[in-house]
């Protein structure tokens, strides 16, 4: 109840300030990174004290989109998206 009760004021607010629906206009805008499995990955690694995906993610960083490197782990991510 918490939750919904922070986002009905966050939303109040930048509706207030930049009009009607802005809240959700912005909402739909908001996507993960393109190399946020990378970071999984990486992340994965660390806890198991594996270096191995730490360049994949620097790879990743400075590709060209959609041209990312492809991951070392293919495990579940840690974040909440589920893009891939």
């Known amino acids: 109840m918490k939750d919904e009760d ?3 004021r966050q939303r109040k607010i930048v509706d207030d300030k930049y ?3 802005a809240f959700d206009r912005a909402q739909q ?3 993960p990174h393109r190399c946020h499995r990378h970071l999984d990955d990486m992340l994965l690694g660390l806890y198991n004290l594996d270096l191995k995906p730490m360049p994949v993610l ?3 960083f400075f590709s060209e989109e959609g041209k990312e490197p492809k991951r070392v782990y293919h495990s579940k991510p840690f974040s909440k998206t589920q893009s891939d």
């Open 29 to 31: 805008k908001i996507k």
């Open 19 to 21: 009009g009607p629906g």
């Open 6 to 8: 922070h986002i009905a």
């Open 58 to 60: 620097f790879q990743c």
